[in-house]
């Protein structure tokens, strides 16, 4: 719906989107939790609406994973600093 462009990369704002995407509290994490409640649930209609949730959680992962390549991309090219920070040396 947006296009979205980023000016001067910041490899410290990208590592809290990893956190965002991956972290105990982050769109992975939620995406599965409403997954596996939709799944256990017999009202079909609180089922439904759990995998719909959890379905959109999935979509956040797109958005933030992509920000955080973004943010990310310049430490693609200075190794030392990437391996310096071992969560972006991981990315």
């Not at 979205?4 to 910041?10: F, G, I, L």
């Not at 799944?39 to 956040?60: F, P, Q, V, Y």
């Not at 992509?66 to 991981?90: G, Q, S």
């Given at each position: 719906m947006?296009?979205?462009?980023?000016?001067?990369?910041?490899?410290?704002?990208?590592?809290m989107?990893?956190?965002?995407f991956?972290?105990?509290?982050g769109?992975?994490?939620?995406a599965?939790?409403?997954?596996?409640?939709?799944?256990?649930?017999?009202?079909?209609?609180?089922?439904?609406l759990?995998?719909?949730?959890g379905?959109?959680?999935?979509?956040?992962?797109?958005?933030?994973?992509?920000l955080?390549?973004?943010h990310?991309?310049?430490?693609?090219?200075?190794?030392?600093a990437?391996?310096?920070?071992r969560?972006?040396?991981?990315?």
């Amino acid at each position: 719906m947006y296009t979205v462009r980023v000016a001067q990369p910041d490899p410290r704002f990208g590592n809290m989107l990893l956190e965002q995407f991956g972290g105990a509290n982050g769109e992975l994490a939620a995406a599965m939790q409403y997954s596996i409640q939709g799944l256990n649930c017999t009202d079909l209609a609180r089922k439904d609406l759990l995998m719909d949730i959890g379905t959109e959680e999935l979509s956040h992962l797109e958005i933030v994973g992509t920000l955080a390549r973004m943010h990310l991309k310049p430490m693609k090219k200075a190794r030392e600093a990437a391996e310096a920070d071992r969560l972006v040396a991981i990315a």
